[in-house]
């Protein structure tokens, strides 16, 4: 007889539906997209934050901050919770960019769009690391 006592961190949420989302982190993370979308859309807005903290800097920090809550919106194991988490966040920065690209005073940079999805794998990775270190187990509330 063979008894099997699964990793918490590996064991699927439920068996019929690996991958959950929990409504209150996922509206963070939506509110916070249409957020920057909405600063980044005004004109001369986004030049001026990029003036004054730099392109890429304020890439990494909004997408990944997305990442994280991303990540805290997602219900899955941990390995495709991460891989959830950087795809989600590779559409985000894709349709963020195909915006700018219709906005006369904006630019598409396809470095952007790296910088998002490098700065999601990177925050991704941490929580992996820390779930996998620590052993989190959260609840499914």
Same mark, same amino acid.
């Given at each position: 007889m063979r008894i099997d006592s699964p990793n918490p961190i590996h064991a699927p949420v439920n068996a019929n539906l690996p991958l959950r989302w929990r409504s209150g982190w996922l509206l963070a993370l939506a509110g916070f997209f249409v957020l920057m979308l909405a600063l980044g859309s005004a004109p001369g807005e986004a030049q001026a934050l990029s003036d004054r903290y730099g392109d890429k800097l304020l890439h990494a920090f909004a997408y990944g901050f997305m990442a994280l809550l991303c990540h805290r919106a997602l219900q899955a194991p941990i390995l495709l919770r991460s891989l959830a988490v950087v795809g989600v966040i590779a559409l985000l920065g894709l349709l963020d960019e195909s915006l700018q690209s219709l906005l006369p005073y904006r630019n598409a940079s396809a470095l952007d769009w790296?910088?998002? +999805?490098? /700065? /999601?794998? +990177?925050?991704? /990775?941490l929580l992996a690391c820390h779930a996998q270190l620590f052993q989190v187990d959260e609840p499914d509330a």
């Open positions: 790296c910088f998002d +999805i490098g /700065a /999601a794998a +990177i925050v991704a /990775a």
